[in-house]
T-cell receptor, first 114, second 115 residues
Framework: EPEVTQTPSHQVTQMGQEVILRCVPISNHLYFYWYRQILGQKVEFLVSFYNNEISEKSEIFDDQFSVERPDGSNFTLKIRSTKLEDSAMYFC????????????FGPGTRLTVL | AQSVTQPDIHITVSEGASLELRCNYSYGATPYLFWYVQSPGQGLQLLLKYFSGDTLVQGIKGFEAEFKRSQSSFNLRKPSVHWSDAAEYFCAVGLLKAAGNKLTFGGGTRVLVKP
């Protein structure tokens, strides 16, 4: 069964550094998402992406965050200057359409900012 | 804005016993409701979803959930739990828009299964 993959599984970085989290969505899917889960808290929506542009973003997704689909297979989340509070598990998800289709989640990247 | 509450943070159940996980939502329109499960080191896997129609929804792994509009609830049940059901379970409500389905999650319920 096709699945969403994410790399790396764990990323450690210094505060102020840039990080790029990578996701490979399921190949025929059209809608892409990033969510995050700070330890002990809820899974939170960050951004949705369709037709090569952001369709919705949360208040968390400020100017330090950006997303890109640089080629036909990858979907990336960049954090320009990481803060301690960016430490979290980041999940990528993809969806074929927005009707009743399922959002399929990747296994997550755990980001630790020191 | 929509919100989801899962009142139970932890539940411990004996193998073979029944399980019920509670979920309450707040949403102004007809909700799209989901249950996901997360096993250690794994992503979120969809167990079942409700969009319309029959309020009793069957899912994978023997799970079912019942939508009760009057109680704003979407509780998840399983008649007989297996040790492999130990995991964290998340209820979510979806907002359907033309260009995306933002999901709002509850805080999760961690299920421990005793032999």
């Amino acid at each position: 069964e096709p699945e969403v993959t994410q790399t790396p599984s764990h990323q450690v970085t210094q505060m102020g550094q840039e990080v790029i989290l990578r996701c490979v969505p399921i190949s025929n899917h059209l809608y892409f998402y990033w969510y995050r889960q700070i330890l002990g808290q809820k899974v939170e929506f960050l951004v949705s992406f369709y037709n090569n542009e952001i369709s919705e973003k949360s208040e968390i997704f400020d100017d330090q965050f950006s997303v890109e689909r640089p080629d036909g297979s990858n979907f990336t989340l960049k954090i320009r200057s990481t803060k301690l509070e960016d430490s979290a598990m980041y999940f990528c998800a993809s969806q074929k359409t927005t009707s009743t289709d399922t959002q399929y989640f990747g296994p997550g990247t755990r980001l630790t900012v020191l | 804005a929509q919100s989801v509450t899962q009142p139970d943070i932890h539940i411990t159940v004996s193998e073979g016993a029944s399980l019920e996980l509670r979920c309450n939502y707040s949403y102004g329109a007809t909700p799209y409701l989901f249950w996901y499960v997360q096993s250690p080191g794994q992503g979120l896997q969809l167990l079942l979803k409700y969009f319309s129609g029959d309020t009793l929804v069957q899912g994978i792994k023997g799970f079912e959930a019942e939508f009760k509009r009057s109680q704003s609830s979407f509780n998840l049940r399983k008649p007989s739990v297996h040790w492999s059901d130990a995991a964290e379970y998340f209820c979510a409500v979806g907002l359907l828009k033309a260009a995306g389905n933002k999901l709002t999650f509850g805080g999760g319920t961690r299920v421990l299964v005793k032999p």
